[in-house]
Each structure stands twice: as C-alpha cells, then as structure tokens.
C-alpha cells in the first residue's frame, strides 16, 4: 500500500457520523392533534351554531341541533327585503377599504422614518408614539368628535376612516420592525445611484415588506369591519349606516325588546361575517407570513 492510498483506505475505513433526528413518541403525537382538533372544535362551534340557527324557524332557533330541521331560507330573503343590508355593505367596504388603505400607507411612512433616518430623538419619539396605545380610545371620544363637528363632518362617514391618516402606534411598531430586517446594502445601493428617500421607499422598502402590509391592511379592514362605537357616535342617516350599526338596528327591531323574531337576527349576523372569513382565507398565505416573518 502506497503513502498516498493509506490516508485514503483510513477514511473510507471510518465509520460515518449519524446524525440523530429526535423521534416523537406515538402518543405525544395523538395528544398534540386531540388538543389542534378540541382547540378547533371550540372556535368552529359559534360559528356553526351561527348558521345552523339562521336556517332555523322561529320555534326552533334556540334548540341545540346543529343540523336545522326544516331547513328556512325563508329567513336570508326575509331580512334582505325588511332592510337595506346591500347599503350597508356597500358602506361598511367602502369604510373599510379606506380606513384600512390610510392606515396601511400612513403607518408604512412613519415607519419607514424611524427604521432608515438617524435624527436626535428618534428614540425618545418613537417611545411617545408607543406610550400612545396605552391611551384608551375612551379618554379622546369626546375631543375627537368636538373637532370634527367645528368643520361640520360629525354626521359623515369621513370620521370612521380619516383618523388613520395620521397612523397607528401599533401598525408602525410593526413595520419599523419589518423595515429594520431588510439589508442595508440594498439601500446603500440605491443611495449610490442616485435614489431619493421617496424612490427608495416606493420601489425598494414596500416591495420587500409587502407580507407585512397585507397584515396591517387586514387588521385594519376587519377593525374597520367589525366597529360599532364610532358608526354609533356620528352616523344619524340610515344611508349611511355600516354594517354594525345597520345590524344595531336590525337587532332593536327584530331581536331583544323588537319583534322577537331571531332567526332574522342570526341571519343578517351570518352575512356580515361572511365576507371577513372570505378575506381570511384569500390573504391566509400572506398573513401568516407577514406574522412569522421578519
């Protein structure tokens, strides 16, 4: 055996390292999938309960059977026709779409300044901009809608969505952090050639962080969706209801203290929450990865 053929025949001859997976015992696995499969069933059941009582007659619409015997589509057509609940949508998605489209881009620009611009005191304000979340939104309700009546636009749906032109605390926490894990020398690169702060936001930041705005423009629209307090407090005018304070209505009439009849109720519930678990399910990939992503 030769020098050069020794070393050789000694390294085949080693055995190979394994590396060991950590295995997962059988019933710790069944336990984790009972658990996801409980956890599942807990959250699913309202909702189930929701469109099974819809379907319902009015003798029947308490009783705990999850599959409606008759079945009454009666009830979806009914409350259709009593109210205006196109309208309603019509208004709660163009709300939505804007106070979620302000919010998204005004937040995405303070972000953006505190992520990338080196000033003095860029902590401490960004600190204050944090405190604010500890304000309840209680404490300037009042104010708010004093303002908005001395330029006499306390009776519009401008209020509900024209607030987040200013940003939300939480939203630009949660960019800036997004806007701090992208490379530095991509904007470096930029600088170099020439590209303006407006540029490089518009055609490097936003691209790269587009997971993060799609869960900002969700949290928003289903915020925007969902709000009652402030549909309560500056729309007077049925045609401009939203789709809470439309179902605030339906609810005086139909439900407690109305006409009893609760199917109606169920059913008008059933619409407005349609729409928000077809968005999820649309932007569920982007979603996910703007939460786990940064």
Same mark, same amino acid.
């Given at each position: ?7 050789? #025949? ?23 999938? *009972?658990?996801? +499969? ?5 959250? $699913?059941?309202? %909702? ?10 009015? #003798?029947? +619409? ?8 008759? +079945? ?10 009593? +109210? ?51 304000? =309840? ?12 009546? #001395? ?8 209020? *509900? ?20 894990? $992208? ?14 702060? $407006? ?23 289903? #915020? ?7 549909? %309560?407090?500056?729309? !007077? ?6 789709? =809470?304070?439309? *179902? ?29 678990? %077809? *968005?999820? %399910?649309?932007?569920? !990939? ?9």
């Amino acid at each position: 055996m030769s020098l050069v053929e020794a070393p050789v #025949a000694a390294t085949v001859a080693e055995p190979a390292e394994s590396i060991e997976k950590p295995r997962t015992h059988a019933g710790t696995r069944v336990l984790s999938v *009972l658990a996801l +499969v409980l956890t599942g069933a807990a959250f $699913l059941y309202p %909702l189930i309960w929701l469109i099974s009582s819809s379907l319902k007659d009015r #003798a029947h +619409v308490f009783d705990n059977a999850l599959i409606p015997d008759p +079945v009454a589509f009666g009830n979806y057509v009914e409350v259709w026709q009593a +109210v205006p609940l196109l309208l309603w949508i019509v208004n709660s998605l163009l709300v939505g779409v804007a106070a979620a489209a302000t919010a998204t881009i005004s937040s995405a620009v303070v972000a953006y300044g505190f992520a990338r611009f080196r000033f003095r005191g860029r902590n401490v304000m960004f600190g204050l901009v944090l405190a604010t979340m500890m304000l =309840p939104g209680a404490v300037t309700m009042v104010p708010v809608y004093l303002e908005w009546h #001395a330029v006499g636009l306390a009776t519009t749906q401008i209020p *509900l969505w024209a607030q987040n032109l200013f940003g939300s605390a939480f939203y630009v926490f949660l960019l800036r952090q997004f806007f701090l894990g $992208l490379p530095g020398e991509v904007f470096d690169a930029a600088k170099v050639d020439g590209a303006g702060h $407006l540029r490089t936001f518009a055609r490097i930041a936003l691209p790269l962080t587009v997971p993060a705005m799609i869960v900002v423009f969700v949290f928003e629209l289903k #915020a925007a969706w969902t709000d009652l307090i402030k549909p %309560l407090i500056y729309l !007077r005018d049925t045609d401009f209801y939203t789709l =809470p304070r439309g *179902l605030k209505t339906i609810l005086d009439r139909f439900g407690e203290g109305g006409e009893s009849q609760w199917e109606l109720v169920l059913a008008a519930s059933t619409i407005a929450t349609a729409p928000m678990i %077809l *968005l999820f %399910l649309f932007a569920q !990939r982007y979603f996910v990865r703007g939460l786990t992503t940064q």
